[in-house]
């Protein structure tokens, strides 16, 4: 089993490589975030000893549940799911360091206010819905960069980025509009010279469409299941569609 997860993030980091050049970029830009959902933290930590080390929750109570056993393996968390404000100081115990997912106003200010009680900031990429779907979260991309300049004001969020979640389909050009559109919302707020962003970040891509998405401009591909095997259920269980 140790070997097979090994040989399997060998076999995306190929990918990722390839994709690269063909589309003239520098592998090092790219970074295979790990997504743990479901997976056991001693599977984990097999992929952290071998120095995978930027791995990403959905659920805060998994992160709690791993938190004891992976600590004693230097890496670097994400959270990828969808977060409720009640749940903001939960989150806040484990040593995130980056929110991947967020989409709206009032959980940036509660985020905000938690922050500031605590003395720490914390790096956010918003998420945006750049499939248009009812089902996912995420800002709509016409007020992507609105939302992108409120949260810019509270100065204990430091915005990295951009992440989505293309759709799933096996259309390439369907999926390659999404990434395409989180660019495009990228490049426009890069022109607007935005105190307190940076935009350095683009979260999008899984194992099914990275190549599309490292073409598109990814810099972060997150891969969990070509990684640690199938789940019991399906992806849009644990994305916490609505």
């Given at each position: 089993?140790?070997?097979?997860?090994?040989?399997?993030?060998?076999?995306?980091?190929?990918?990722?490589?390839?994709?690269?050049?063909?589309?003239?970029?520098?592998?090092?830009?790219?970074?295979?975030?790990?997504?743990?959902?479901?997976?056991?933290?001693?599977?984990?930590?097999?992929?952290?000893?071998?120095?995978?080390?930027?791995?990403?929750?959905?659920?805060?109570?998994?992160?709690?549940?791993?938190?004891?056993?992976?600590?004693?393996?230097?890496?670097?968390?994400?959270?990828?799911?969808?977060?409720?404000?009640?749940?903001?100081?939960?989150?806040?115990?484990?040593?995130?360091?980056?929110?991947?997912?967020?989409?709206?106003?009032?959980?940036?200010?509660?985020?905000?206010?938690?922050?500031?009680?605590?003395?720490?900031?914390?790096?956010?990429?918003?998420?945006?819905?750049?499939?248009?779907?009812?089902?996912?979260?995420?800002?709509?991309?016409?007020?992507?960069?609105?939302?992108?300049?409120?949260?810019?004001?509270?100065?204990?969020?430091?915005?990295?980025?951009?992440?989505?979640?293309?759709?799933?389909?096996a259309e390439t050009e369907k999926v390659r509009k999404c990434f395409r559109l989180l660019k495009d919302i990228q490049q426009q707020i890069i022109t607007l010279n935005i105190p307190n962003v940076e935009m350095q970040e683009l979260s999008m891509g899984m194992s099914g469409d990275m190549e599309t998405a490292i073409a598109e401009g990814a810099t972060i591909i997150r891969v969990g299941?070509?990684?640690?095997?199938?789940?019991?259920?399906?992806?849009?269980?644990?994305?916490?569609?609505?």
């Amino acid at each position: 089993m140790n070997e097979e997860i090994l040989q399997n993030i060998a076999v995306i980091q190929e990918r990722i490589n390839n994709a690269c050049i063909n589309s003239n970029r520098n592998p090092d830009e790219v970074k295979l975030l790990l997504a743990t959902k479901t997976v056991p933290a001693e599977r984990i930590k097999i992929a952290l000893q071998a120095g995978h080390t930027l791995i990403a929750e959905n659920k805060i109570q998994e992160l709690r549940e791993k938190y004891e056993v992976l600590k004693e393996v230097p890496h670097i968390n994400h959270f990828i799911g969808h977060l409720q404000t009640n749940k903001i100081k939960d989150l806040l115990k484990y040593n995130v360091a980056c929110i991947q997912s967020l989409d709206r106003l009032d959980l940036a200010e509660k985020l905000h206010q938690r922050l500031q009680f605590e003395n720490k900031t914390i790096a956010v990429l918003i998420q945006v819905n750049t499939s248009f779907e009812e089902s996912k979260f995420g800002v709509n991309p016409d007020n992507a960069i609105e939302l992108v300049k409120q949260v810019a004001q509270l100065e204990t969020l430091k915005i990295k980025g951009l992440m989505t979640i293309g759709l799933f389909s096996a259309e390439t050009e369907k999926v390659r509009k999404c990434f395409r559109l989180l660019k495009d919302i990228q490049q426009q707020i890069i022109t607007l010279n935005i105190p307190n962003v940076e935009m350095q970040e683009l979260s999008m891509g899984m194992s099914g469409d990275m190549e599309t998405a490292i073409a598109e401009g990814a810099t972060i591909i997150r891969v969990g299941t070509a990684i640690f095997g199938q789940r019991i259920y399906p992806d849009s269980y644990y994305w916490n569609e609505k």
